[in-house]
């Protein structure tokens, strides 16, 4: 039976991280452990920036975005010399296993911390929905709330100026955030890596949108890193009917206080992680799948393909 864990936060922040952080600490004491908190990820392990937690230390936290315990990236952590000092840190302390929430970065690291001998169990904290094991990660769907507030917002203005909003948004690799706005939102286009990016047929459709149909707005949605928006904004306005405007929602995404969907699945997530701990497991992932808390070994989570989004680009084809 281990006696003592630690939670750290890595890689970029999502609203619910402070949820699954108090129910880590919570069950984790009720059930009879003492809970460490690891401050700036890995690289807090690393230098030994690690403090007890207790359950009033993690009260009235679970609405708030965001990470009480902080977070940093640290590429160095691939290097065994790197992780051998994080794993001296802990032992010094008693910590025997430890709770990760991050992305497929994190997970890596959790994974070869249990190599190494301290089990450590993840939990998808990124806002990207980008971790292919389990249906939501905690944080996405409060990015989606945010983003589908900005488009309505600048659907108002669009419409009274006969104009083509192209909203940028986060993603990563991953075409989620994407592809639920433009169903949410009832986008007219919705570009991301899955669908590709042919500009002159977004700007044929943007036509067709204003000549034949008779639009009175257009709205974009497309993830980051497939083009320069404002320059494409500028094209449409050189190109079509429609003034085009760029908008990139940036960062605004990540913050805010986190939906009460991301609220509940972090809590059960961190119940669950802390269950697998006891039974002496580590290397595993914890997911949600058809409104399941289960859980997968990091290493088969990591190589699983993505199967969850075709049904949703069709429906958006039928709605447009």
Do not use: W
């Not at 088969?300 to 680009?313: F, G, Q």
């Amino acid at each position: 039976m281990i006696k003592r864990i630690g939670i750290l936060t890595s890689g970029g922040d999502s609203p619910g991280m402070n949820a699954a952080i108090r129910a880590v600490t919570r069950v984790g004491i009720n059930s009879g452990l003492e809970v460490f908190g690891i401050y700036n990820g890995y690289k807090g392990m690393t230098e030994g920036y690690i403090e007890p937690l207790t359950r009033d230390s993690v009260s009235q936290i679970s609405n708030r975005g965001g990470t009480i315990l902080g977070s940093a990236r640290l590429p160095e952590f691939k290097d065994i010399a790197v992780r051998e000092k994080a794993i001296k840190q802990l032992k010094k302390r008693g910590i025997e296993a430890v709770v990760v929430i991050g992305g497929d970065g994190s997970y890596r690291g959790a994974l070869s911390l249990t190599e190494m001998g301290i089990n450590c169990i993840g939990l998808p904290g990124t806002i990207d929905n980008d971790i292919t094991c389990t249906d939501y990660t905690i944080g996405f769907y409060t990015a989606l709330q945010t983003i589908v507030e900005a488009v309505d917002k600048l659907r108002d203005t669009s419409n009274s100026h006969h104009r083509c909003s192209i909203i940028e948004v986060m993603g990563n690799r991953c075409g989620d955030l994407a592809l639920y706005a433009g169903i949410t939102c009832g986008a007219d286009i919705v570009i991301t890596k899955d669908t590709g990016f042919n500009e002159a047929d977004v700007l044929d459709r943007l036509r067709e949108l204003d000549t034949i149909r008779k639009k009175k707005h257009a709205i974009v949605i497309i993830s980051e890193k497939i083009t320069d928006v404002d320059e494409f904004a500028k094209k449409v306005s050189l190109n079509t009917g429609f003034s085009g405007r760029a908008t990139v929602l940036g960062h605004i995404q990540r913050g805010g206080s986190p939906c009460p969907f991301d609220r509940l699945i972090a809590s059960q997530m961190g119940e669950k992680a802390v269950d697998l701990l006891m039974q002496g497991i580590g290397g595993q992932c914890v997911c949600i799948r058809e409104n399941k808390i289960v859980s997968y070994p990091i290493e088969k989570a990591l190589k699983m393909p993505s199967d969850s989004r075709k049904p949703l680009t069709n429906l958006f084809e039928r709605l447009i």
